[in-house]
C-alpha cells in the first residue's frame, strides 16, 4: 500500500482481555518498529524488527505484550491479560532498511476498560 | 540511558518565526530526528541531522551541535497549520530505535 496500515484504527476491550494489533508496513520496507504513545507523551519505543526477527524488545513492558512478524512483512503486536494502564494509542512504523527515515501508521487507539 | 528535553508548549503568530530547542543526554548517537504531530495523526517526518551544522528543507530548518547535546528546528512564515506538536528524537546507536521526547506542543495564533 501507499503507506503504513494500522488495524483496527479503534478498540475498546474489557480488563482481562486478549487483543490483537495489527501493522502493514510500506511495500519493501524490511525494518519495522512498533511504538506506545500515552497523552501528552511521545512515542515511547516498544520493539524492532529487521526482517522476520525482532532485533530489539527491549521496550516491552513485561511478559503480557508479544509481537510477531512470521513472513517478514505484516506485524501484529498481541497484549494478554489487558490492564486500564495499557490505554494508549499503538504506533507502528517501518523503513525501507535500518536507519532510514520512518514512516509512521495512524495508530491503533486501545482503551482498556 | 537516554534523556531527551525540549518546552511543553509554545506560542506563535502567524507569519513570525520560532524555534524549538531540543536538548539530549545519551549513551549512544546514531543522528537526530524531528517529526510533525497534528492532534490525533501519526508522526511525520521533517528533518535528520547527523553532522553537525544546519540543515534547510524549505521552511523548516534544523540546526545540530553534537559536542553540546543540543538541536533546534525553526519554523519561518509561520502559518496557521503548522500548530502541532513537534516531536524531537534520538536515534540509537546499536539498533536504530529512536528515543522521543515528550514533544512541543506549538500554537499559532493570527
Known amino acids: 500500500g501507499a503507506g503504513v496500515s494500522q488495524t483496527p484504527s479503534n478498540k475498546v476491550t474489557e480488563k482481562g482481555k486478549y487483543v490483537e494489533l495489527r501493522c502493514d508496513p510500506i511495500?519493501?520496507?524490511?525494518?519495522l518498529y512498533w511504538y506506545r504513545q500515552s497523552l501528552g507523551q511521545g512515542p515511547e519505543f516498544l520493539i524492532y524488527?529487521?526482517?522476520?526477527?525482532?532485533?530489539?524488545d527491549s521496550g516491552l513492558p513485561n511478559d503480557r505484550f508479544f509481537a510477531v512478524r512470521p513472513e517478514g512483512s505484516v506485524s501484529t503486536l498481541k497484549i494478554q491479560r489487558t490492564e486500564r494502564g495499557d490505554s494508549a494509542v499503538y504506533l507502528c512504523?517501518?523503513?525501507?532498511?535500518?536507519?532510514?527515515?520512518?514512516?509512521f501508521g495512524q495508530g491503533t487507539r486501545l482503551t482498556v476498560v | 540511558g537516554q534523556n531527551i528535553d525540549q518546552p511543553t508548549e509554545m506560542t506563535a503568530t502567524e507569519g513570525a518565526i520560532v524555534q524549538i530547542n531540543c536538548t539530549y543526554q545519551t549513551s549512544g548517537f546514531n543522528g537526530l530526528f524531528w517529526y510533525q504531530q497534528h492532534a490525533g495523526e501519526a508522526p511525520t517526518f521533517l528533518s535528520y541531522n547527523v553532522l553537525d551544522g544546519l540543515e534547510e528543507k524549505g521552511r523548516f530548518s534544523s540546526f545540530l551541535s553534537r559536542s553540546k547535546g543540543y538541536s533546534y528546528l525553526l519554523l519561518k512564515e509561520l502559518q496557521m497549520k503548522d500548530s502541532a506538536s513537534y516531536l524531537c528524537?534520538?536515534?540509537?546507536?546499536?539498533?536504530?530505535?529512536?528515543?522521543f521526547g515528550t514533544g512541543t506542543r506549538l500554537l499559532v495564533s493570527p
Open positions: 524488527f529487521q526482517g522476520t526477527g525482532a532485533a530489539d
Open positions: 512504523a517501518s523503513s525501507f532498511r535500518p536507519g532510514t527515515e520512518a514512516f
Open positions: 528524537a534520538v536515534r540509537d546507536l546499536g539498533f536504530q530505535k529512536l528515543v
Open positions: 511495500s519493501g520496507h524490511t525494518a
